[in-house]
């Protein structure tokens, strides 16, 4: 099940990026920064940290990308040796507007899945790893950084049917944003 749910995000991606015409360029952008666990998470983990990164392609003179986007974070919990780690994808869609040259506010959204994991080291029997659909969006502002762009943003992402535990967390962070094509 599984592998035929990447199979069709894969599909679906490669099948609806298609440039709009042979001069638009795509972006590959590599990130980092903080999570704020939310919700039911936040009441056991503590801030945390989180790395992604993904494509985006054109599809529009309008500023619309499509895109995919990986991730992995970790957050500590209050009690010592607890920690769940995040692992996940999102498709994304994506709007920026503004100078090209200059600073590009924008917002996107997605919907994928993630794989929540907690290890405990004083009570193994907690031990738990759940897969479950996805979904975030944020915005932020993107920015001339020499031959390549930068982003600085904020998210929200919250799993779905997380055997009823929220899990859901804020990331704040900055990507380096290189054009490919």
Not at 67 to 77: A, L
Not at 128 to 144: I, K, L, M, Q
Not at 148 to 172: E, K, P, Q
Request: glycine share 20%; with cysteine; charged share 10%.
């Amino acid at each position: 099940m599984k592998r035929l749910l990447c199979a069709t995000l894969a599909a679906a991606f490669f099948a609806l990026s298609a440039p709009v015409d042979s001069s638009a360029q795509g972006t590959v952008f590599l990130g980092g920064g903080v999570t704020i666990p939310v919700s039911d998470y936040g009441e056991l983990a503590n801030t945390g940290w989180q790395g992604w990164g993904g494509v985006l392609v054109p599809v529009s003179d309008a500023g619309i990308s499509l895109g995919f986007e990986g991730f992995y974070g970790n957050n500590n919990h209050e009690t010592d040796g607890n920690k769940t780690k995040l692992l996940g994808s999102l498709a994304l869609v994506g709007m920026e507007w503004g100078d090209p040259e200059g600073l590009q506010p924008g917002v996107f959204g997605g919907l994928g899945f993630m794989r929540r994991s907690f290890k405990s080291e004083s009570t193994p029997v907690l031990d738990n790893t759940s897969t479950s659909f996805a979904w975030g969006g944020g915005a932020g502002v993107g920015f001339p950084l020499g031959g390549v762009n930068g982003w600085l943003g904020g998210s929200y992402t919250s799993g779905l049917g997380d055997d009823n535990f929220a899990t859901r967390w804020i990331t704040f962070g900055v990507s380096v944003m290189v054009p490919i094509g």
